[in-house]
């Protein structure tokens, strides 16, 4: 047996797949918070493009945002463990699944460094070109994560 | 109803709906391009109706906030749509008499009206920092609505 397999087979993983409605509700509960983490994060790269919001600044978004941004990563990521054991030897073997994980840690730390430097960015009298590099990179990854994402259930079969 | 299972039943024959659902190696793009409008639609509501019910931070007012996501907003909706009704079309009559569907739609519809309502009225109800009872209502509503639709969404493949 792998450690995919024994991670499938734990008790707590069991009792997922002996429970359709548990099942479900921690996919709801994963969207959610994927759907909040993901327009919180672009919201805030759009603005500093110009391309959204333009009646306020970058800045009072990503204040008002940033809570919400960082407790829907955390509600992804602790709805997405279970999910992934529930079908670890499959999820694992499909390298789309890895490249997921990888696209999203830099996205979260590209959201992170937005959030951090949108003040002293919006303080210039214009939002540096650097700076919406930043913002156009961090949105296109986190467009990547939903890529990977579709794909991984694609391969994986579920 | 029979007249809906007949023009669903017409749609999933019309020439279009066929190419569409016999090139499967485009369904992963047609889910990414749902679940891209579910989040900018989904994302930019929930966090005026967390505003609404006074949850989060309070750097934005509602009306703000309303104002400035309202054009993502219905971009977000209207790419939602494109995605997903291209992948309804293929399979337009199984889809119709499903009952996790059926509830998906009507939770769409109401939630649509309820947007509009709250676009409309948060000039108003959004001017004091805390929101009058009957907006935060509106907004727990509407976040339920689609804790519910997207739990329909997820049940339509058992039925």
């Known amino acids: ?158 | 109803m029979e007249t809906l299972v007949a023009f669903c039943e017409w749609l999933e024959n019309t020439s279009w709906a066929l190419a569409v659902s016999g090139a499967f190696e485009l369904y992963p793009y047609l889910r990414l391009t749902h679940f891209t409008g579910l989040a900018l639609w989904v994302g930019t509501t929930a966090v005026v109706d967390l505003r609404l019910l006074g949850w989060g931070r309070r750097r934005e007012g509602a009306d703000q906030l309303s104002a400035q996501l309202l054009v993502w907003n219905w971009i977000g909706l209207g790419i939602t749509f494109l995605g997903g009704f291209l992948l309804f079309v293929g399979t337009a009559s199984g889809y119709i008499i499903n009952p996790a569907f059926q509830i998906k739609m009507l939770a769409l519809l109401t939630t649509v009206a309820l947007r509009v309502t709250i676009q409309r009225n948060a000039p108003v109800w959004g001017r004091s920092p805390d929101a009058p009872a009957l907006a935060r209502l509106a907004g727990g509503v509407e976040l339920t609505l689609w804790i519910g639709m997207i739990l329909a969404a997820v049940r339509i493949p058992n039925y």
């Open chain 1, 1 to 158: 047996m792998t450690f995919w397999e024994s991670l499938q087979q734990t008790w707590w993983v069991v009792a997922i797949q002996g429970s359709p409605w548990t099942y479900a509700v921690l996919v709801v509960l994963h969207y959610c918070g994927v759907f909040l983490l993901v327009a919180t994060s672009a919201l805030v790269d759009l603005r500093l493009l110009g391309l959204a919001a333009r009646h306020g600044t970058a800045t009072r978004l990503a204040v008002q945002f940033s809570p919400w941004t960082w407790t829907a990563l955390g509600l992804a990521v602790l709805t997405g463990i279970p999910l992934f054991a529930n079908q670890a030897p499959s999820f694992a073997a499909v390298s789309y699944f890895w490249i997921k994980l990888l696209l999203m840690l830099a996205a979260a730390v590209l959201s992170l460094i937005v959030q951090w430097k949108v003040g002293p960015w919006e303080q210039s009298p214009s939002v540096p070109a650097a700076a919406k590099l930043l913002a156009l990179i961090s949105l296109l990854l986190w467009f990547s994560v939903l890529y990977a994402s579709v794909q991984v259930t694609n391969y994986a079969g579920v």
